[in-house]
Structure formats: C-alpha cells, structure tokens
C-alpha cells in the first residue's frame, strides 16, 4: 500500500527552500507515496507561485490560513490556537504514516502534533536566518521543536553542527545535501544568454557578475559591489546582474548609486524562473555570509557558469577551490575581485573549470539519486 505523507511547508516567496521542495514533488514516486502538500498561507494574497505549480502536478492541496485579517490595527490574537486546531484536525482525519515538515513555522505547529497523534515526522532544515529579534526568537524555539523530530535533514554539514549545538543527538540528524536538475539543452542555453543579454543591452565583450538570491544583509550583496568598484577601477568591462529581492535591495541601491555604478548595475528584481537568465552571466558570485546548500550555486554549476563563492556553510561541500571554482573568504570584497579577475584572465581555466563542476553536478548533486535518498528516509521511519 501507498505511503500517506503528509508535506507541510509555508511558501512565503519561491526562493531556494521553495525550489527545493518542488523538485522533490515533482520526481517523487507517486506510486509508493500518496503526498499530501499542506500549506500555511495569507488568504488575502493571491495564490503563491508553489501554490501554482503544485497545481500543475496534479497534487490534492490542504491549505490553511495563518490569519483572518491583514490589517495590524486588527490583530488576529487567536491565530496561533486556530493553527493548532486546524492542522491537528487536518492530521487527525487524514491518517498519515509520516508528516514531513520544512521550515520554522511549519515546524513549530506541526511537530507538536504528530506528537500528540503518535504520528512519526521527519524535518528539513534549510538553515536559520538571524534577521530581526522576531525570527531569532523563532529559530530558537525550532531549535528545541527539532528535539522532538524522530529525524532531521540538514542541507549542509554546517547545519548539522548548528543542531548539534542546539543539543539534538547525531543520530537522528542526515545531512543530505540539495540536487538540481542536470539535463541541459546547450541550444536552448545559447539562446536564454543571447536574450537575455540583449534585454539588458549587454554586449559579448562585456563581463557578466551574476548574483542570485535574496536581498538581505546575511547574504553580503553588499561586498559583491564593493568587489564590482574595485574591477571598475582595475579597467575591467564589468556589468554585475542581480537577481533578487529582499529587505536590503534600498541599500544595495544606494550604494550602486554612491559608487557610480547606475549603468554597471542592473536589478532584475525577483524572477521566477531564474535558470533563463543565468547564461547571461560570465561568472556567478556568492558572497554569502552564511549559507546552507544553495540551490542557485547548483544551478549555475549545471548551467555551465564558473564560480567565486564565498567559504561558508555547505558551499566548501560543493566546490574544490581551485578545481572547479574559486572560494574566498566571507566579507572580503578584495578576494572576491582578485577571483573574478583570475577567471577574466584565463579562459582556459574558466573552461576547466565548468566543466569539472559540470561533472560534479552530474554525479554528486543528480535530483533523481537525491529524491530516491529521500524516499529511503520516508520508507524507514514510516515502516
């Protein structure tokens, strides 16, 4: 018989953790698992790209509102209760063999009651964004709700250390990192970078930084255009994309316009379907503070882009300095320009470079090995 899994997210934006979630709905087999996707959402926005998607796929969708009202002169003071109650009877009628929950808030409302239910759960922890007192007292309550998980997927080592930390016992935590697809169309791969190029009003001699991601201070958008200054500077024919929103996109722009990079710098702004527009790019940047298994350094990875990331988190799991990317340390804008120029200066090694990562993706990062590593998991602590 069928597996009932019941897959409990909240898709606040479709960023790597959304992504990620997606591609193993979509190759999960269905034949041994009957997934159930059940998702906190606002009901007075419209329905979320996730949302959409998963309509595409055919998948029968529990949603549940974690407010009534928008305004914050009328605050919702019972929605926590109403979460409880709602996803405790959503759990109680449904008959799960599993609740696999992704993320603190759904964490938080979900494992209590699998609890309560005598029903096994196993979370995916993305990794913690310390951003504002509200999320930090988040992360802390998840950190003790994770205890009660029977198991936990961290996305990265680094996240496996952090749990370990918060007191969760090594063995009920598996690091399994993120997976991308791999097949790639080198036509179709031709053709985004000629377009979206052009869109931009970017030339072949022009060099590309491109950046994925959201717009916050954790992610360090702000040393990548310090790095861009000092290429500028150098002489070097730089145009730097960003792709990404985020509470520090009014920032980033004011420091574009204090260095007098306004036409070096575009801001696409949030996309969704970010693999189009990563063959503009010459070289990806990750200049990130602290990270898990980013899901848009696979993508370029696979997409045949060279690297310049910043070593954190799970990114020294993914990339050989040296071998098939450059790694730097986090806020060091210097180091981050002396990688982009070592790569703008030899494009033999940009090509050994790609296609080393392009073999790595293809073994190591393949999302049909990934979901079926996960489908173990599911078959273990369900049976």
């Not at 979630?21 to 790209?49: C, G, M, T």
């Not at 991308?180 to 022009?206: C, F, G, H, P």
Request: glycine content about 6%; aromatic content about 10%.
């Amino acid at each position: 018989m069928k597996k009932k899994i019941a897959y409990i997210v909240t898709p606040v934006e479709f960023g790597g953790a959304e992504r990620v979630s997606l591609n193993f709905l979509k190759n999960v087999d269905r034949n041994k698992f009957q997934i159930y996707p059940i998702i906190f959402f606002r009901p007075w926005e419209a329905d979320s790209i996730f949302l959409k998607e998963l309509k595409k796929e055919d998948f029968s969708v529990y949603k549940i509102p974690v407010s009534v009202r928008a305004s914050l002169e009328e605050r919702d003071r019972f929605w926590l209760v109403r979460c409880f109650k709602m996803i405790f009877l959503t759990l109680l009628k449904g008959r799960f063999d599993l609740i696999h929950t992704h993320g603190y808030f759904a964490d938080i409302i979900a494992i209590p009651v699998a609890k309560l239910l005598g029903i096994p759960v196993i979370s995916t922890c993305h990794g913690f964004i310390e951003d504002g007192r509200k999320l930090k007292r988040s992360n802390r309550i998840d950190r003790m709700i994770l205890k009660f998980s029977n198991r936990v997927i961290a996305v990265s080592q680094g996240i496996k250390q952090e749990l370990l930390k918060s007191g969760l016992r090594e063995p009920r935590i598996d690091v399994v990192l993120n997976a991308v697809q791999t097949e790639m169309d080198n036509e179709i791969l031709k053709q985004d970078r000629y377009t979206r190029r052009r869109a931009l009003d970017v030339s072949e001699s022009d060099f590309v930084l491109g950046y994925i991601g959201r717009l916050s201070k954790e992610k360090g958008v702000s040393y990548l255009l310090d790095a861009a200054e000092i290429l500028f500077q150098q002489g070097i024919p730089i145009k730097v994309l960003i792709i990404g929103d985020g509470p520090a996109k009014k920032d980033s722009e004011l420091i574009v316009r204090q260095k007098g990079l306004e036409n070096k710098v575009f801001f696409a702004g949030f996309q969704t379907y970010v693999k189009a527009w990563i063959p503009a790019m010459d070289v990806f940047l990750l200049p990130s503070l602290t990270e898990g298994t980013p899901m848009a350094l696979l993508e370029a990875m696979a997409c045949r882009i060279p690297i310049v990331a910043s070593s954190v988190g799970g990114v020294p799991q993914i990339i050989e300095s040296g071998k098939d990317g450059i790694l730097v340390a986090p806020g060091n804008p210097e180091e981050l320009a002396a990688g982009v120029m070592a790569l703008y200066n030899n494009n033999s090694q940009r090509e050994q470079f790609v296609e080393a990562a392009r073999k790595k993706i293809i073994s190591n990062f393949n999302i049909k090995k990934w979901t079926k590593t996960i489908e173990s998991k599911y078959a273990e602590i369900a049976g």
